[in-house]
């Protein structure tokens, strides 16, 4: 549904991204974990082109652009089957609960007011947020406004979710809600490609974890083998710092 292949990016004499393949099938939820400034969320940014990569092909739902000579044309139909959540959350700050998640459908997908807020509402829901849909972001916590990005992605009905370190900005407790969300967002099938400090993510949520170190992936299996069975030293050592962070 999603391969990634040859993908190589360079920030002036700093490459960043090293001939990365990935693979990811419909329904899966793809955990990228690795220390930071490991390319993770280049990585991820490449697949909608947020971050135009200098090298290798994308194909999502059966649409491939070569990376190197994509046409704007592309870029758009790409993006489309595309739906991206930050860590800053990126709502309008000008615009209610309902008409943050409304836009999309509106703007983009030209759907008709009426269609656009059942759709809207029925996400909202999902998240657990249908009591504020009049509410303004400055009105909400951050936990609260990450809710709204996750239903705001889920109502484009992407063929890929993109989610970067989406909790990032948020304390333990919020943190914990929000992955909670996320568990019942994996549960309606949706494909996810998430970048994540949260291993509890990685570990109970996602079924394929990718580990990646200096631009390149070192290590993909299921959770259990990443983080009960790894193949390679660097993931063990990786892993181990994680479960004894003060051991000298």
């Not at 609260?144 to 989610?163: C, N, S, T, Y």
């Amino acid at each position: 549904m999603l391969t990634i292949e040859g993908i190589e990016k360079s920030f002036s004499d700093n490459k960043v991204l090293k001939g990365i393949d990935l693979k990811v099938n419909r329904g899966d939820v793809v955990a990228l974990i690795g220390p930071s400034g490991t390319g993770k969320t280049t990585l991820l940014r490449t697949i909608n082109f947020l971050e135009k990569a200098d090298k290798g092909t994308i194909t999502i739902d059966g649409l491939t652009a070569d990376c190197h000579n994509v046409s704007e044309r592309e870029i758009i139909q790409l993006r489309r089957k595309t739906a991206m959540v930050f860590q800053n959350y990126n709502l309008f700050r000008n615009k209610t609960v309902l008409e943050n998640v409304m836009e999309g459908l509106v703007v983009v997908q030209k759907k008709s007011a009426a269609e656009a807020e059942a759709i809207a509402k029925e996400q909202i829901e999902l998240v657990g947020m249908s009591d504020r849909l009049n509410a303004y972001p400055m009105e909400l916590s951050g936990g609260q406004q990450q809710r709204i990005g996750i239903a705001r992605a889920m109502a484009l009905k992407p063929d890929v979710m993109l989610l970067d370190e989406p909790t990032s900005s948020l304390d333990p407790e919020r943190s914990a809600e929000i992955l909670k969300v996320l568990q019942k967002v994996a549960k309606t099938g949706m494909t996810m490609v998430i970048t994540t400090h949260e291993m509890n993510f990685a570990k109970y949520v996602s079924n394929h974890v990718v580990f990646m170190e200096a631009g390149n992936i070192v290590e993909e299996g299921s959770p259990d083998q990443i983080f009960n069975h790894p193949q390679e030293e660097r993931t063990r050592r990786f892993v181990q710092e994680l479960e004894n962070p003060f051991e000298v």
